[in-house]
């Protein structure tokens, strides 16, 4: 038997949409070998995870593999995946029992309405004839492996009373049921936090030395590459571009489109170029001991409530960037909106001082005084696909601010929406179509100009570059930081990208469980972060350079 | 899964987008009209249903005969069928579209007519012949009618007549125009107290939102049967039909708003919290235009649906009504009171083509559910 499992020769999948054909795999072909962890890293469309779903016929309808074959090595002999068809006992032997699978979302991958326990014993029974009793001996045994926490217990309880990453290690345990020889994993960590995530890559190392098995890792992130890979495949709109190993890639990539891709990462890795601080910081708005608490629901009469922003006490200064890091569920978003009082605080104040310097107190304006400041305070949502209205017009969505708070004529609104798109770097013929027509860097650029059209003095990004390909992020940053330049604009910038603050950023904020645990400039809490929480969730970071690989016996903890 | 799409961002994309034509400047009609084509059931449907309100819309001209004109000699005639060609009398045949006359005798035992068709009485019919006068729309007389005998006296009943000896056909036809109008106008009727309840309660929410749903689920607990037949009793009998048509309208209506206000208030709790709809507001978007602009456009679709699947259920509601007695009474004529002759054994025996209505009520009632589940598959293209 060779050393070699997996042999995929010149795959193509293609989706047949009414008029034309998709190409999303074109002439893929590598090798995974038993004990090795091939990365497949990409933007998004690159065919990264259709190819993954190839290997396993798992292509969504109306997806078909048109060309090329899988070969997965057996004792007797190779199987060709591809000639085995989508349905019937010979690709379903394979699928969880030879190749096993984890995606990306673990609550949509778990059953809601079964038991963990019962999910994995029917995995396994699925796959062996053994009793009940057994199957449930080595599901608890596999849970213990993944270090799931009591896993007797465990077994007996729903995905939904996990969190996201115990969800992950029991989607794990579930497709180690069979030991199987191949591992795909699908941007298994995308959906968690960075501290999570460290301990779900740590894991799957650990197992994967443990038991010899061969891990194909789809991800998009440079970083979990540098931090899991022995080989990497990069692929770009369908094609393999370049394969190499690990170091190699970093090292000295070959072409053109590496270089791009991990010049875009790397820029992120160091402090863009800031202007520099005044000596005297002039406040744009201070916020002092804002609350916000959710009550809930039965128990609210009983005085219980979730506390969402804890006592938050924070400046702005005028034409600077306050960055707010912390993982889902500290609170950092809803500290952005009730500054726009979408959420009304509970208790606190927040002074915004106006261009006159007059003084008003946000948490306690009425709704009319509120909407005069609503030109000079503005936010950029996370996801431009949400914050477009997809029936009204690109045109339309940027003149709205134009035509409800001041009194420009119609034309006068056409040419300033021309101005606007030309300075977010689109083309000013665009304003008859609508948001589907565009990629999502270009309608967060759409976004930027909507938030730009009133000339605000604070913005609030809210993750404005999460949901962009990694060389999209920092051109959308660069446009950010000119517009700040010419425009003098603050912002209070959110985000759970420790790296993107500190490209970013002057000052950072670290933010856990509605409270800010350590705030300061954003040089120093990168390189010398006080509080631990802060040291965990910098030192959770994958960094993409494989050099850094903290030593390849990783301790699996818990 | 998502379908791939190029991750460049550059001028390329556009280039292509420019290209590839006019999808990527198309509103959201168009967005749905392409999606809706691919539906074929749907698409079928939709053109069913135009046939048959163009049927509500020129019922008088395309009946072959007044619907309140009888016969008694030809009390439940069977349907007959139309031939082209007859025998010339010189041994060959020539082109006549005509139907067949009847041999009538009395059966002495049952005292029945017993109609049996006899090739010799040919009764010519042609396209655009003069007939019963009538009023179109009332706007002008004309006694142009699409089909029917050459020479107005002679019978002609393609799907039979009833007990009076009327034409069903002509009766069915007039009967579609009142029952698919009951479904559009009570449905309008419907849609409007129910977009404003449903509006207001999925907008405002909290206490407004509470009360306006246990209304709901009160109107929706009653019984509609018992109800109707409570409401319909309770109209005077000296009220002429056509005030009894909007009664029934009403009473039908100030039922069916709740299923469209709930449509509406899910939406609009939906919509509420999506990014765009904060958007908006921080932009200071007046609530009047929050609603109407930028709400609204993303309801339309999803209300079309829910009205069209609304229309069936009125109609059916109508003629169960009417069906009992209890709804529109003679001389109105809708698919509902055709249907109370097939009450009684008679009918069933006797003249099984009086179930005509019934199967036009089938058919009406699922091209507008199949239309409507097309619709509603394809209100938001948005959606994969």
């Known amino acids: 038997m060779t050393d070699i499992l997996l042999k995929v020769r010149h795959v193509s999948v293609d989706f047949p949409l009414q008029k034309d054909i998709v190409h999303a795999v074109r002439d893929v072909s590598f090798d995974l070998r038993r004990g090795e962890t091939l990365c497949v890293v990409g933007e998004s469309g690159s065919g990264k995870s259709v190819t993954a779903r190839a290997v396993m016929q798992l292509v969504a309808e109306p997806g078909r593999i048109v060309a090329g074959q899988v070969h997965l090595a057996g004792p007797d002999g190779d199987t060709d995946i591809v000639a085995l068809g989508n349905r019937g006992a010979a690709i379903r032997a394979i699928r969880g029992r030879r190749i096993a699978m984890i995606f990306q979302e673990p609550m949509t991958s778990l059953s809601p309405v079964h038991t963990i326990g019962q999910q994995i014993i029917e995995m396994i029974r699925l796959h062996e004839k053994i009793d009940k009793a057994d199957a449930r001996r080595r599901a608890a045994q596999l849970l213990d492996r993944v270090r799931i926490p009591d896993p007797e217990a465990a077994l007996d309880r729903y995905a939904f009373e996990f969190s996201g990453g115990m969800r992950q290690r029991a989607m794990i345990a579930m497709a180690l049921s069979c030991n199987p020889e191949i591992l795909i994993a699908d941007e298994p960590t995308t959906a968690l936090d960075v501290t999570t995530q460290a301990e779900i890559l740590a894991l799957i190392r650990g197992l994967q030395q443990e038991r010899g098995m061969a891990v194909l890792f789809i991800t998009h992130d440079m970083g979990v590459v540098a931090q899991i890979a022995d080989r990497v495949l990069v692929m770009y709109q369908g094609r393999m571009i370049e394969e190499a190993g690990v170091f190699d890639l970093f090292a000295k990539p070959r072409e053109a489109y590496t270089r791009a891709l991990l010049g875009s990462v790397l820029k992120l890795e160091s402090p863009g170029p800031r202007p520099v601080r005044p000596q005297t910081e002039q406040a744009v708005m201070a916020i002092s001991d804002l609350c916000l608490h959710f009550p809930l629901g039965q128990r609210a009469r009983a005085g219980g409530s979730v506390k969402a922003v804890d006592g938050v006490s924070l400046t702005i200064n005028t034409g600077e960037t306050v960055g707010i890091v912390g993982e889902s569920g500290s609170g950092k978003t809803t500290l952005g909106r009730t500054l726009l009082r979408i959420y009304p605080p509970t208790s606190g104040q927040v002074t915004y001082t106006r261009d006159d310097g007059s003084k008003v107190d946000i948490a306690t304006l009425s709704k009319t005084q509120m909407k005069a400041l609503y030109g000079e305070v503005r936010m950029v949502f996370q996801d431009p696909h949400a914050s477009l209205n997809p029936r009204m017009t690109i045109a339309r969505i940027i003149a709205e601010p134009l035509r409800i708070n001041t009194a420009l004529s119609d034309r006068e609104i056409r040419d300033r929406v021309g101005q606007l798109l030309e300075r977010v770097g689109m083309p000013t013929d665009i304003g008859d179509r609508y948001p589907h027509a565009f990629s999502g860097g270009q309608r967060q650029r759409i976004a930027i100009a909507r938030a730009i059209a009133l000339r605000p003095r604070l913005i609030v990004a809210d993750e404005p570059t999460s949901a962009l390909d990694v060389s999209l992020r920092h051109q959308v940053l660069d446009l950010m930081r000119d517009l700040q330049t010419d425009y003098g604009l603050s912002y209070l910038f959110i985000s759970h990208d420790i790296a993107v603050v500190r490209y970013f950023c002057d000052r950072v904020a670290v933010m856990k469980n509605g409270r800010i645990v350590e705030i300061g400039d954003v040089a120093q809490i990168c390189e010398h972060p006080g509080h631990p929480y802060t040291k965990a969730l910098i030192g959770a970071v994958p960094r993409p350079d494989p050099t850094l690989r903290p030593d390849v016996q990783i301790r699996v903890q818990a | ?384």
């Open chain 2, 1 to 384: 899964m998502t379908a791939p799409v190029p991750p460049s961002d550059g001028a390329d994309l556009l280039d292509r987008q420019t290209a590839a034509g006019s999808l990527h400047a198309a509103g959201q009609w168009a967005l749905i009209w392409h999606k809706f084509r691919r539906h074929k059931v749907a698409y079928a449907s939709l053109i069913l249903v135009g046939l048959i309100y163009l049927v509500a819309l020129f019922a008088e001209a395309l009946a072959p005969s007044d619907p309140g004109k009888f016969d008694p000699r030809y009390t439940f005639a069977p349907p007959q069928a139309i031939s082209l060609f007859a025998p010339d009398g010189a041994g060959g045949t020539r082109f006549v579209p005509h139907v067949t006359g009847f041999d009538i005798t009395l059966d002495q035992q049952s005292f029945r007519r017993v109609f049996v068709p006899d090739p010799d009485q040919i009764i010519p019919i042609g396209l655009f012949v003069r007939g019963d006068p009538y009023r179109m729309w009332g706007l002008f007389d004309t006694d142009l009618h699409l089909i029917g005998p050459l020479d107005p006296g002679q019978p002609m009943f393609l799907l039979g007549a009833d007990r009076l000896g009327r034409d069903l056909l002509s009766r069915i036809i007039h009967g579609t125009r009142v029952s698919m109008s009951i479904g559009l106008v009570g449905v309008g009727l419907s849609l409007f107290i129910g977009m404003v309840l449903g509006g207001v309660s999925g907008y405002y929410g909290g206490l407004t939102d509470r009360a306006i749903q246990r209304v709901i689920e009160f109107i929706r607990s009653i019984p509609t049967i018992p109800l109707w037949l409570g409401l319909a009793a309770a109209m005077p009998k000296e009220w002429p039909p056509l005030q009894v048509y909007f009664a029934i309208l009403v009473i039908l209506s100030l039922v069916g708003w709740t299923e469209i206000a709930r449509v509406v208030r899910g939406r609009f709790l939906s919509l509420r919290t999506e990014d765009f709809v904060i958007a908006a507001r921080l932009d200071g978007v007046s609530e009047y235009r929050l609603i109407m602009t930028h709400m609204m456009p993303s309801l339309y679709s999803h209300i079309i649906a829910a009205i069209t699947l609304a229309i069936p259920n009125m109609i059916l509601a109508e003629t169960a009504l009417s069906f009992l007695g209890l709804g529109l009474q003679p001389p109105i004529v809708s698919w509902g009171v055709l249907l109370q002759d097939t009450q009684n054994l008679r009918a069933i025996t006797q003249a099984p083509w009086l179930f005509a209505p019934g199967v036009v009520v089938v058919v009406a009632v699922l091209a507008l559910n199949f239309l409507g589940d097309g619709l509603r598959d394809a209100a938001d293209p948005y959606e994969k």
